[in-house]
């Protein structure tokens, strides 16, 4: 007998309202239904109101977790249309920021992870250690989020030495912390056996439904904004792309822990380039946008951030279109879905590490 369960707008397991109606067969998942927009605000007509300098700061409130991705895609599209190149110093100081909140944001899904599979103390362990990175977050930009970082042309602020030593000591912390995490997470039978062989998203499913981030590339699909197409600085950093075949949640989670790794040997070569250019610009003036089009695009921490903005030549943009990471990869969640149980919903579904915030604008 098909019964509808409905997950939804309000439930204990979705941070942001939207709906799921799951139909299944006693506890076998047949097939999900997806409504969205609740969250819903216009942030797309709002910004064909506002100047480019104040869109940066509304892009920002878009999602307190991707306050640094969303800006850096829009000042992108502007700087595209204005035809204007960052300085070398600007682009480093943004990617350090950048990789802290991807930092920020890995951890933070982490802890949830564990939090809905049960176990509080793994959960209580990782945002302790989450405050480390929005420490320095706030210690550098003066914010733990909403860093009023960006300007077209460049960055507000600049990373000085005295914010360096310690950027380093909490790096050193967070990468000692993760490889304990990543270990917990690969022998802790409880979380195996939430984990390991739910959540199944092939990666042909993947590529034909155009999924992004560590969504994709824990079913193999290989897509990385930073690697395929480089911007600020990451063509001059060392780094892996992160990329499993297992398919399923443990993938997803074993992706987003490796990438901490990885963002903490970003922002290291970030500071010894950061030194080498010390005294360097942080931003160039642009007193006029142009009439014409212009994209940006980001590798945010759920995947690629996408950002299309038209100018008329006026102090405010014609035309702003904005794509989440998320609005690709809910997608895949009937896939996901298809044949685990009703007690695995929750998990698979924040395996995606949904915003519907995002998605909904």
Known sequence: MDVVVQFGPQHLALAEPERLRVHAEGEKVVNVDIAMGYNHRGIEKLAERKTYEQDILLVERICGICSMSHPVAFTQAVEDIANVTVPERANYSRMIIAELERIHSHLLWAGIAAEIIGIETLFMYIWRDREFVLDQLEIITGNRNHYAW?????????????????????????????????????????????????????????????????????????????????HLAYDKVDFEKIILDE???????????????????????????????????????????????????YEAPRGEVFHYVRSNGTFYPERVKIRAPTYANVQAVPVMLQGDTLGDVPITLASIDPCFCCTDR
């Open 150 to 230: 960006n300007t077209v042309g460049g960055c507000r602020k600049d990373i000085t030495e005295k914010h360096i030593p310690g950027l380093l000591t909490a790096l050193d912390v967070v990468e000692r912390r993760t490889e304990y995490y990543i270990d917990s997470f690969l022998r802790n039978r409880t979380i195996k056996a939430r984990l390991v062989g739910t959540g199944i998203l092939p990666r042909e499913d993947a590529r034909r439904l155009c999924t992004v981030g560590p969504l994709a590339r824990a079913s193999g699909y290989a897509v990385d904004v930073r690697k395929d197409d480089p």
């Open 247 to 297: 398919e399923d949640n443990m993938a997803r989670a074993k992706v987003r822990l490796l990438e901490i790794i990885e963002s903490v040997k970003i922002i290291r070569q970030a500071v010894t380039a950061l030194r080498e250019l010390s005294g360097g610009e942080i931003a160039v003036k642009v007193k006029q946008i142009p009439p014409g089009e212009g994209v940006g695009r």
